[in-house]
């Protein structure tokens, strides 16, 4: 149980364009989901925290207008990158905490994302 | 503010050999804190946590205890095998849902 997917697992897009990343829990619901950026030999780096019907709360030095994060249901939340540059390239992962009411969080495999 | 701080990799055991990777962190107050282990194409996963110090936490075989005098949270396995090739991740929190990480350990094992 508790499984958090990700799609796409990777995607290669032109500078200039949009990308949507979707994160899913499977078999439980979330009330609250997490993406994160991870560089290359570097930690995780939590980038917005979003609670189902409400806005995502972004982290210090995240631009808000270009990672819009929306988590329109309980079991999804959507990250869309817009006018995606070369330095957005990176691997982003989200996590899932079920409305049980545990502390535990729940990761997707992970989404790696290249902008030519 | 707070960070976690993990031995750099990559660490390559032989199956059965004793596992430590270390973990230290720096915070205000006291943390919980976490290992989440990340196999080949999958997400991370909680391996075990301990959230007060002198707790040991413990799964599968590894053992983490929450030392304050040393702000450490060193990772164990006394016999490690080749399924235990992953990278590993230190992480604390403050019940605010909010997770610092580590850099993470890739951790491969020969037979």
């Known amino acids: 149980g508790a499984v958090v997917s990700q799609h796409p697992s990777w995607v290669i897009c032109k500078s200039g364009t949009s990308v949507k990343i979707e994160c899913r829990s499977l078999?439980?619901?979330?009330?609250?989901m997490f993406w994160y950026r991870q560089f290359p030999k570097q930690s995780l780096m939590l980038m917005a925290t979003s609670n189902e019907g409400s806005k995502a709360t972004y982290e210090q030095g995240v631009e808000k207008d270009k990672f819009l994060i929306n988590h329109a249901s309980l079991t999804l939340s959507t990250l869309t990158v817009t006018s995606a540059h070369p330095e957005d390239s990176s691997f982003y992962i989200c996590?899932?905490?079920?409305?049980?009411?545990?502390?535990?969080?729940?990761f997707g495999p992970g989404t790696r994302l290249t902008v030519l | 503010g707070d960070s976690v701080t993990q031995m750099e990799g990559p660490v390559t055991l032989s199956e059965e050999a004793f596992l430590t990777i270390n973990c230290t962190y720096t915070?205000?107050?006291?943390?919980?804190l976490f290992w989440y282990v990340q196999y080949p194409g999958e997400g991370l996963q909680l391996l075990l946590k301990a959230t007060k110090a002198d707790d040991k936490g413990s799964n599968k075989g590894f053992e983490a205890t929450y030392r304050k005098e040393t702000t450490s949270f060193h990772l164990e396995k006394g016999s490690v095998q080749v399924s235990d090739s992953a990278v590993y991740f230190c992480a604390l929190n403050f019940g605010n849902e909010k997770l610092t990480f580590g850099t993470g350990t890739r951790l491969t094992i020969i037979p």
């Open positions: 915070a205000t107050g006291y943390p919980s």
């Open positions: 078999d439980f619901q979330a009330t609250t």
């Open positions: 996590s899932a905490k079920p409305f049980s009411g545990t502390d535990t969080q729940y």
